[in-house]
T-cell receptor
Framework: DGGITQSPKYLFRKEGQNVTLSCEQNLNHDAMYWYRQDPGQGLRLIYYSQIVNDFQKGDIAEGYSVSREKKESFPLTVTSAQKNPTAFYLC????????????FGEGSRLTVL | AQRVTQPEKLLSVFKGAPVELKCNYSYSGSPELFWYVQYSRQRLQLLLRHISRESIKGFTADLNKGETSFHLKKPFAQEEDSAMYYCGANAGGTSYGKLTFGQGTILTVHP
């Protein structure tokens, strides 16, 4: 079954802990994205990567880090520096730079206790 | 600043009524505009793009460069149209590939 796979679906962490969210795609897409979805604020771009070993900050990158060592993988680390990490996180990919259609994962809900 | 704005968080209409979801953008140059939809318990998915100029599920959206708007319209709403709708833009220039979205509008179509 092709597509975007995010894991875990639900994650709890204590304050002060880093946590890494996984995003894998088998669509052979070059571009990958991380968004944060909050009620009333819509989708906000955290980081995006247009090619392996390269990524750019989105609008709310502070407190987050990413890596893009493989084409199919784009993990997101929520660090302890993120002041309000409890949110729903969505990963997406697109065929290439500027290709408008994003394919989204099912999301990961992170709750900080 | 480059931004996509959806002024309505909630929109309610009755079945068969026309519906318009508003979207305004503030980008220099010629961004690519699109609409995404998220139905209950489904993934966010592309509804339509301005460059394709097509009608999907009875929805259309016209890019108005003068008003910097890309409103989504449907002449006769159906109950199955109830969903969250996001307007988005792909910036050009040095930010090419950076896809940003508005705040989203929850559409409810009542029977």
């Amino acid at each position: 079954d092709g597509g975007i796979t995010q894991s875990p679906k639900y994650l709890f962490r204590k304050e002060g802990q880093n946590v890494t969210l996984s995003c894998e795609q088998n669509l052979n897409h070059d571009a990958m994205y991380w968004y944060r979805q909050d009620p009333g604020q819509g989708l906000r771009l955290i980081y995006y990567s247009q090619i392996v070993n390269d990524f750019q900050k989105g609008d709310i990158a502070e407190g987050y880090s990413v890596s893009r060592e493989k084409k199919e993988s784009f993990p997101l680390t929520v660090t302890s520096a993120q002041k309000n990490p409890t949110a729903f996180y969505l990963c997406a990919s697109s065929i290439g730079v500027g290709a408008g259609e994003l394919f989204f994962g099912e999301g990961s809900r992170l709750t900080v206790l | 600043a480059q931004r996509v704005t959806q002024p309505e968080k909630l929109l309610s209409v009755f079945k068969g009524a026309p519906v318009e979801l508003k979207c305004n953008y503030s980008y220099s140059g010629s961004p690519e505009l699109f609409w995404y939809v998220q139905y209950s318990r489904q993934r966010l998915q592309l509804l339509l793009r301005h460059i394709s100029r097509e009608s999907i599920k009875g929805f259309t959206a016209d890019l108005n460069k003068g008003e910097t708007s890309f409103h989504l319209k449907k002449p006769f709403a159906q109950e199955e149209d109830s969903a969250m709708y996001y307007c988005g833009a792909n910036a050009g220039g040095t930010s090419y590939g950076k896809l940003t979205f508005g705040q989203g509008t929850i559409l409810t179509v009542h029977p």
